[in-house]
């Protein structure tokens, strides 16, 4: 399968190596071509991995995954091209957080959320959210005492959650539905529990877990 990724942080190199590992082709995409960052993955990550722009990466993938700023989620979006999102899974990893004097925080919340923001940009696309709720680091084949931890997602297109539960299986996580894309709206605050914890605790190795 190929993977378009779009961002350059922690979040796209920790999946888009998972997604290597697991046999998958990667493009990880800039809002520049030629980027650094990007270049650099794709010079590590082999003959499977490549870099280009956010338009790129949309076109070349059959997943896409969208790990920029939640802030800036529409703007890469919309220079990565609505039309190339259509039909297609998208992993919503993002959370809508702003940075003040007092710390992160939710910049909307309760009554919408920033993965319903993310539907309503790309309607014709099958947006999950999914990897908002743990650190970069423990995102792939987390090993944790009491594991595989829980990852929590929240998506209207059934097949589509089906296939990431898929997915997380093969990346170490046992997948807990939470219905449809407005379950964003719970998703992004746990986001905020896990930030308060690692802060609190100054531990940032942590994740969630159901017991029954």
Excluded at 56 to 81: H, K, P
Excluded at 126 to 152: D, E
């Amino acid at each position: 399968m190929k993977i378009g990724i779009l961002g350059t942080g922690v979040v796209g190199n920790a999946l888009g190596k998972g997604f290597l590992t697991l046999g998958h082709e990667v493009m990880m995409g800039a809002r520049e071509a030629g980027n650094e960052k990007a270049a650099a993955f794709a010079a590590a990550g082999g003959a499977k991995a490549s870099a280009g722009t956010f338009a790129e990466a949309s076109a070349f993938g059959d997943w896409i995954v969208l790990a920029t700023l939640g802030t800036a989620n529409e703007s890469a979006i919309r220079q990565a091209g609505v039309e190339r999102f259509a039909g297609k899974i998208v992993l919503d990893t993002t959370n809508p957080l702003a940075f003040g004097p007092n710390g992160p925080a939710l910049s909307v919340g309760w009554s919408d959320s920033g993965g319903e923001q993310v539907q309503r940009l790309i309607p014709a696309a099958k947006v999950v959210k999914v990897f908002n709720t743990v650190g970069n680091a423990l995102m792939f084949r987390p090993q944790l005492a009491g594991g595989p931890p829980s990852m929590f997602i929240a998506g209207d297109d059934a097949d589509a959650k089906t296939a990431v539960g898929g997915m997380l299986t093969d990346f170490g996580w046992e997948t807990i539905d939470l219905g449809g894309i407005e379950a964003s709206r719970l998703l992004e605050p746990m986001c905020m529990a896990w930030v308060i914890h690692a802060i609190r605790s100054g531990n940032w190795g942590h994740a969630f877990k159901m017991l029954r």
